[in-house]
C-alpha cells in the first residue's frame, strides 16, 4: 500500500513536468529561449526551507529573475559555506542589486528554537537562532502570548541575519568595489501573502560600527 501512495505521488511530480513543457513550449514570448542562454537575476531571496514561502511567486516575479537560497528559518551564519557560495556567485558574478532575507510568521524552526525541548540533528542549527533570542531575550520573555512571541521572534531573527550579511567579507568588499548593493529584511505573512518590509535595509557599510566595517 505504501509503494503504491509512494510511486501515485511521484507520478503526480512527472505530470506535473510534463504540464510545465507544455506551458514552455506554447509560451511566444522568447523568455525561456533567452533563459536557456543564461540568467541576469537582480535579487539575491534568502528564505526560509517552508514550503509554504516560493520566492517567485510572493514577489510576483518570472524564472530567471530570482536566485535563491533557503534554509531552516532563513539563517545567515558566517561559517556555512553552502549561504556563503551563493552569495558570493550572486554578488561577484550575477551582480545581484538587491538582497532580500526573508522570514515568515508562524516559523516552524523559530518556534522549536524557543521550546526547550529536543528535535534531533537539527537542534545544532537552531543554536543558532537561540543565539538571537539570548540578544533580544529580555524582550522576547515579556511577550505572554506565545503567537505573538514566535512572530516577534521571526522579525528580530530576520533582522540579525540581515546584520550578518552586512558583515561578510563578500558584502564589505562589493561595496568597497563600488557596488550598488542593498540589503532588505523582510516577513511574509503566509496567510495573506503580504510580504511586510521591516525598514531594516543597508546600503554600504556607514552606518556599521568601525569592529564591522572594513576600510
Known amino acids: 500500500m505504501i509503494e503504491k501512495e509512494l510511486q ?4 503526480e511530480i512527472l505530470k506535473g513536468n510534463k504540464e510545465w513543457v507544455n506551458f514552455v513550449e506554447n509560451d511566444e514570448t522568447g523568455r525561456f ?3 536557456a542562454k543564461g540568467q541576469h537575476p537582480e535579487v539575491l531571496w534568502i528564505g526560509c526551507a517552508d514550503s509554504r514561502v516560493p520566492a517567485n511567486e510572493i514577489t510576483g516575479k518570472k524564472p530567471g529573475e530570482v536566485f535563491v537560497h533557503r534554509n531552516i528559518a532563513n539563517m545567515c551564519i558566517h561559517s556555512d559555506m553552502s549561504m556563503l557560495s551563493v552569495l558570493d556567485y550572486a554578488v561577484n558574478v550575477l551582480q545581484v542589486k538587491h538582497i532580500i532575507v526573508a522570514g515568515h510568521y508562524g516559523c516552524g524552526g523559530i518556534a522549536a528554537s524557543l521550546s ?10 537552531l543554536c543558532h537562532i537561540k543565539d538571537v533570542y539570548r ?10 502570548d506565545p503567537e505573538a512571541r514566535v512572530n ?19 558584502v564589505q568588499n562589493a561595496w568597497k568595489n563600488g557596488a550598488k548593493l542593498a540589503i532588505h529584511g523582510m516577513v511574509i505573512n503566509i496567510g495573506t501573502g503580504e510580504l511586510t518590509n521591516l525598514d531594516y535595509s543597508f546600503i554600504s557599510n556607514e552606518s556599521l560600527n568601525k569592529v564591522f566595517a572594513f576600510k
Open 135 to 144: 540578544l533580544h531575550a529580555k524582550e522576547v520573555d515579556a511577550i505572554e
Open 116 to 125: 526547550g525541548q529536543q528535535h534531533g540533528i537539527i537542534d545544532n542549527w
Open 152 to 170: 516577534r521572534m521571526v522579525e528580530l531573527n530576520v533582522k540579525e541575519q540581515v546584520f550578518n550579511l552586512t558583515t561578510t567579507s563578500i
Open 8 to 11: 501515485l505521488g511521484f507520478e
Open 33 to 35: 529561449q533567452q533563459l
